[in-house]
């Protein structure tokens, strides 16, 4: 089955910077990767969502990139805010989907 | 439109209880997730729906769970004999369905289930 490592854990930004969060797969044949956004008390939301057919994807201020040979995506925020202080998912599928652990994203104003 | 919605929001009960969770997917969703998320952890996977088809249930942990999902539509998640451990938050997730896991989920608020 699919493996799905996220990294770092904990990351904590000052307003305004950049903030990058990694994941690892194992399944080569995943071919989806949505990344998702939980805040305290409430179920988490998709942000955005690449397929493997796309190496980059942005939205705003959110931009995903996928490298399928090395088996890596990441998400990319920048311009932090403090309303972007949440956690974040990573996820891969195929024929199930399976999510990293999270990463605690916390921005200080 | 509405969203996924689950009930009850929180359940307290005693170890030994059973308990049922609710899970109302959108409306003309045909796929129907369930995930356990222990405190400050990831998403674990349960069960999941798809039509009228025969359940994965290779994430359900023990016998102790089940679910159901009547007329394709309203789900619910049974938890016999609750066991300490079993305290979570337990999601439900839907997603229109005809490429599986391959779709966006929409997630519910949850259920927090405290087993005392």
């Known amino acids: 089955g699919e493996n799905v490592e996220q990294h770092p854990s904990t990351l904590s930004v000052q307003e305004g910077d950049s903030a990058v969060i990694k994941c690892t797969y194992s399944?080569?044949?995943?071919?989806?990767f949505p990344w998702y956004k939980q805040e305290l008390g409430k179920g988490p939301q998709l942000i955005i969502d690449?397929?493997?057919?796309?190496g980059e994807k942005k939205d705003q201020r959110i931009a995903v990139t996928l490298n399928k040979t090395a088996k890596h995506f990441s998400l990319h925020i920048t311009e932090t805010q403090p309303e972007d202080s949440a956690v974040y998912f990573c996820?891969?599928?195929?024929?199930?989907?399976?999510f990293g652990a999270g990463t605690r994203l916390t921005v200080k104003p | 439109g509405a969203g996924v919605s689950q009930s009850p929001s929180n359940k307290v009960t005693e170890k030994g209880k059973d308990v049922e969770l609710r899970c109302d997917p959108i409306?003309?969703?045909?796929?129907l997730y369930w995930y356990r998320q222990s405190l400050g952890q990831g998403l674990e996977f349960l069960i999941y729906?798809?039509?009228?088809?025969?359940?994965?249930k290779s994430g359900l942990p023990s016998d102790r769970f089940s679910a159901e999902r009547t007329g394709g539509s309203v789900s619910t998640l049974t938890i016999q004999r609750t066991q300490q451990e079993d305290s979570a938050v337990y999601l439900c997730?839907?997603?229109?369905?005809?490429?599986?896991?391959?779709?966006?989920?929409?997630f519910g608020p949850g259920t927090r289930l405290l087993v005392l």
């Open positions: 997730a839907s997603s229109w369905g005809p490429q599986g896991y391959q779709e966006t989920q929409y």
């Open positions: 399944d080569s044949a995943s071919n989806y």
């Open positions: 690449i397929r493997s057919n796309v």
């Open positions: 996820a891969a599928s195929f024929d199930d989907m399976r």
């Open positions: 409306s003309g969703h045909t796929a």
């Open positions: 729906f798809q039509g009228n088809s025969a359940p994965d």
